[in-house]
């Protein structure tokens, strides 16, 4: 790849009573995939652990915001948008680096690791009150609306340098990925974490395949 980026969501730890550490090694290298994705959190997919990675040079749908190991250009070309809160942040970010010429993995080994607080961390982004917290994040999904569901040029123009690469489409994005953006649905494969090879929608029974994510869910539980 011209323009690798590796990234991961970092498995957990946490201090015991002796103040030791404890790792969560059972997690492994996972592919991300998308847990919920629907109106109520405007279109802003969720992302947790997939399937595990077993492979070197695993490719990724998606990149994480709790570790990313690029070209240092990338913090100038994909420059975090002040007024992307917290909701749909890794979407827009991997959608507008994905255009940007990007292309996503996972590490081969563990790399980093992330907090758990089990009596509840000293501060949290929402401290202020859900009222603030609702403000930041309604700016934030108009954005993402803008980014990713609108095909108004008007849209894009507004967002700037904070809108998509011209190294590639967004339909480029989606064929990769496997999510129909206008259709609101995506590919098995991205709702159980597997690795895109190297593209997720290699012909047009790929597309019929897609469906939603509550649909998706009653499959599995069904």
């Known amino acids: 790849a011209d ?20 790792r969560a090694t059972d997690t492994c290298i ?4 998308v847990e919920s994705w629907g109106p ?5 997919p969720w992302f947790v652990w997939g399937e595990k990675s077993s492979a070197r040079n695993t490719r990724n ?29 890794e979407f827009a970010l991997s959608v507008r680096s994905f255009t940007h010429g ?3 993995f996972v590490p081969d080994s563990i790399v980093a690791w992330h907090m758990l607080h089990l009596d509840g961390p000293p501060r949290r982004h929402w401290e ?10 309604k700016v934030a999904i108009d954005r993402l609306a803008k980014l990713v569901y609108s095909d108004a040029p008007a849209d ?19 064929r990769f990925a496997g999510m129909d953006l206008h259709r609101k649905c995506a590919h098995p494969d991205v709702f159980a ?30």
Not at 5 to 22: C, Q, V, W, Y
Request: glycine share 8%.
């Open 40 to 44: 109520k959190s405007g279109w802003a």
């Open 30 to 33: 996972c592919v991300s995939r």
């Open 156 to 174: 894009q123009k507004a967002l700037g340098r904070y809108g998509l690469g011209t190294k590639r489409t967004l339909a480029e994005f989606e």
């Open 128 to 137: 202020h009150g859900d009222a603030v917290v609702q403000a930041k994040n």
């Open 102 to 104: 990007y292309d996503f």
């Open 193 to 222: 974490g597997r690795c895109p090879d190297p593209i997720t929608i290699k012909s047009d029974d790929d597309w019929d395949q897609c469906v939603p994510c509550a649909t998706y869910q009653a499959m599995v539980s069904a």
């Open 61 to 89: 749908r998606f990149l994480s915001g709790q570790f990313v190991f690029t070209l240092g250009i990338w913090a100038d070309e994909v420059r975090q948008d002040p007024d992307h809160y917290y909701w749909g942040e």
């Open 3 to 22: 323009k690798p980026l590796i990234s991961m969501i970092a498995p957990l730890f946490h201090t015991d009573e002796k103040n030791g550490i404890r």
